[in-house]
T-cell receptor, first 115, second 114 residues
Framework: SAVISQKPSRDICQRGTSLTIQCQVD?????MFWYRQQPGQSLTLIAT?????????ESGFVIDKFPISRPNLTFSTLTVSNMSPEDSSIYLC????????????FGPGTRLLVL | AQSVTQLDSQVPVFEEAPVELRCNYS??????LFWYVQYPNQGLQLLLK??????LVKGINGFEAEFNKSQTSFHLRKPSVHISDTAEYFC????????????FGQGTELSVKP
């Protein structure tokens, strides 16, 4: 597996502002993903974070709202832009570890509340 | 399109009783299957996975699951639950050629009572 950390662990933000969430992994990974978990709901994939290139977004998610960077194999950021209360969710990154291609491991999540 | 259905949104059980959390999936191609657990205010932890081979898979914390291809099911079981098993459980699938994208079920809240 891998040790995955996310910063911040939680935040309370005002509408109209932006928040950048960081995901750091302690080992080389082949793939990184970002998920959203709305209150009381399951997880929905936002995008695949591609190293050195633009992320691949799922239907319903756009780069202007959720810009993603992945400058190297072990680090990625997700920005939630121009936030509204509907963006209040848990945001989780996940990784696929080299040599374990089929399995995703998740970070602890970032709990975001937008007022 | 692929989908995952967890048939029970909430499952209350008494401590030391057996439990089964049900999961069915829909896919026209082969899949990998996973169960994750989410304890209150925490991220997701992998319980177990089925990739190939034996259809009975054992995971952490005494949980096991059985892959049934004909019924497209992957039910999770534990013979005797503890209070500490109280959590949300998610069934998920990924397709062989989908770059690891996980499709999740809606989750089952397991509540273990003394």
């Amino acid at each position: 597996s891998a040790v995955i950390s996310q910063k911040p662990s939680r935040d309370i933000c005002q509408r109209g502002t932006s928040l950048t969430i960081q995901c750091q992994v302690d080992s080389q990974v082949t793939m990184m993903f970002w998920y959203r978990q709305q209150p009381g709901q399951s997880l929905t994939l936002i995008a695949t974070a591609n190293q050195g290139s633009e992320a691949t977004y799922e239907s319903g998610f756009v780069i202007d709202k959720f810009p993603i960077s992945r400058p190297n194999l072990t680090f990625s950021t997700l920005t939630v832009s121009n936030m509204s209360p509907e963006d209040s969710s848990i945001y989780l990154c996940s990784v696929v570890v080299q040599g374990n291609q089929e399995t995703q491991y998740f970070g602890p999540g970032t709990r975001l509340l937008v007022l | 399109a692929q989908s995952v259905t967890q048939l029970d949104s909430q499952v209350p059980v008494f401590e030391e009783a057996p439990v089964e959390l049900r999961c069915n999936y829909s896919s026209s191609v082969s899949v990998y299957l996973f169960w994750y657990v989410q304890y209150p205010n925490q991220g997701l932890q992998l319980l177990l996975k089925y990739l190939s081979g034996s259809t009975l898979v054992k995971g952490i914390n005494g949980f096991e699951a059985e892959f049934n291809k004909s019924q497209t099911s992957f039910h999770l079981r534990k013979p005797s639950v503890h209070i500490s098993d109280t959590a949300e459980y998610f069934c998920a699938v990924t397709l062989y050629n989908q770059g690891g994208k996980l499709i999740f079920g809606q989750g089952t809240e397991l509540s273990v009572k003394p």
